[in-house]
């Protein structure tokens, strides 16, 4: 954003902010140019260009750092308070599936509609919350956080870019497009 903005200073940025599916709501009728999606997603209407690789993690704050001294079970992690991300993001879908096919049923004690929620909740103590590993870096090096190492793989994911199909792009959108993947 900070790059696109120097090079065209002139154009008027408006994010926001929301689950996938919004996101792809948004995008069909129109209420925005891009989205910036967790993917896979699969459907007609989208052209779908995969970005970064992305990894997720279970984190606390230091109520329960025990959770990050040793390797915790799936099964054990359900023991404590879990944040999570709404029903309907692409986010919580996949830690669910997680867990389900772990036979597990993870039912959260929290839900919540923002990723700075998720963190902050973690960080005063009301559990563990699952968040993408790059947007807590700062917080796990400075110790208001702690990563939940766990017995089990969370596959990493990849984040990408959507956009219409049959729609063309405006001049200030396909420069932004372009620049992020640069």
Not at 15 to 27: A, C, D, M, N, Y
Not at 45 to 72: A, H, M, N
Not at 135 to 147: D, N, T
Request: glycine residues 6%; aromatic residues 8%.
């Amino acid at each position: 954003l900070e790059s696109f903005h120097v090079q065209y200073p002139h154009v008027q940025i408006n994010l926001v902010h929301g689950t996938t599916p919004e996101i792809v709501k948004h995008l069909k009728e129109g209420k925005i140019d891009i989205g910036i999606v967790r993917t896979p997603i699969h459907d007609d209407q989208l052209q779908v260009r995969e970005g970064i690789t992305i990894q997720d993690c279970f984190v606390t704050g230091p109520k329960y750092r025990e959770l990050s001294e040793g390797r915790v079970t799936l099964a054990e992690l359900l023991a404590y308070p879990i944040i999570l991300f709404s029903s309907n993001s692409s986010s919580r879908k996949f830690v669910t599936r997680l867990f389900s096919d772990n036979g597990l049923l993870l039912e959260p004690e929290i839900e919540l509609g923002s990723v700075d929620l998720l963190i902050e909740f973690a960080k005063i103590g009301f559990g563990v919350s699952f968040v993408t590993k790059e947007f807590v870096a700062k917080e796990l090096a400075e110790g208001s956080l702690f990563e939940v190492k766990l017995e089990a793989v969370i596959p990493s994911t990849k984040i990408g870019i959507i956009t219409l199909k049959n729609m063309p792009l405006s001049t200030a959108a396909a420069a932004f497009v372009t620049e992020l993947e640069n």
